[in-house]
């Protein structure tokens, strides 16, 4: 069973990510993945989170697979908010995308491309990625330190009560005229499932009865 106490790491992922977050946040490495869970777990105020990181090559190297695991994991563990991190820096290219990586000179960080070759076309991805956007969070990032300092402020974000951000502005959206959605509202809203993300759920799973 993984620990709800700490933010997990799973095992797959790359090995400075423990020494970089744990003098800020407690965390350990665990075996997220074989569990059915993403990459990265945490416990807060309103429930567990798990995020699924995927670089851009990835991404463009097979978006059905993906789909599949993003949806394994939500079978898994239906009650765990899941989020996606798309991460480093893609542009269209001639032959299809160049996926820029990063180098330190100096005190300045640059990216620049690699080898022209063909990854696949952006739309597509683009296109995926706004469709994922309906379902779950996605989030983007340059680089995998970058990652760690969003996954950290996600986690610190977690752990504080009495949140807010847009309070003033926006009221949760409580009733629906499509009882189905109501209901599958009122079963995810610890998850952050308003009437849009449930009408898109149903859309495309079909009835929660």
Known sequence: MVSGELFGIDVHEPEEALPILSPVIPCAVQPLNSEGYADYLWSGIEGRQQV??????EILGGLDSIEDQLHRQLQ???????????EGVAVPSPT??????????????????????????MKGAYAWLYEVGKYIEVHQTPTYGATLNML????????????????RYLKDITFHPNPMVQR?????????IGAVR????????????
């Open 152 to 167: 950290t402020a996600f986690y610190k974000a977690d752990q504080k009560e009495g949140h807010n951000t847009f309070h």
């Open 198 to 209: 449930a009408e898109a759920l149903i859309k495309r799973f079909g009835t929660v009865y």
């Open 52 to 57: 699924e990181r995927k670089t851009w090559y």
């Open 96 to 121: 299809g995308t160049t996926v820029f990586k990063e180098t330190t000179k100096g005190k300045r960080h640059l990216f620049y491309a690699g080898k022209s070759y063909f990854l696949g076309p």
């Open 184 to 192: 599958l509202m009122g079963m995810g809203g610890h998850l952050g």
């Open 76 to 86: 898994a563990h239906p009650s765990v908010r899941l989020i996606l991190i798309v």
